[in-house]
């Protein structure tokens, strides 16, 4: 998987990313501005999810949207 690509894509992908995170905020989704590290510390916010699952869904989440 190749984040770098994500985060180039990350104006297009942020409906999608809100879609798959409904808890997640216009604010959060532009505060990650595809930066895989902060958008995993918003899933742990939002969710109360330890760090390893957030990941798990972000890895998830990445390698549905490669392009």
Known sequence: MNWDTIKGNWKQL????KSHWGQL?????TEA?????????KIQER?????DE????VDEFAAKHKR
């Open 33 to 41: 501005a595809g930066e895989r590290d902060k958008l995993v510390g």
């Open 14 to 17: 942020t409906g999608e990313a």
């Open 54 to 57: 957030a990941e798990r869904q």
């Open 25 to 29: 905020t216009d604010n959060d989704v």
């Open 47 to 51: 969710y109360g999810v330890a760090k």
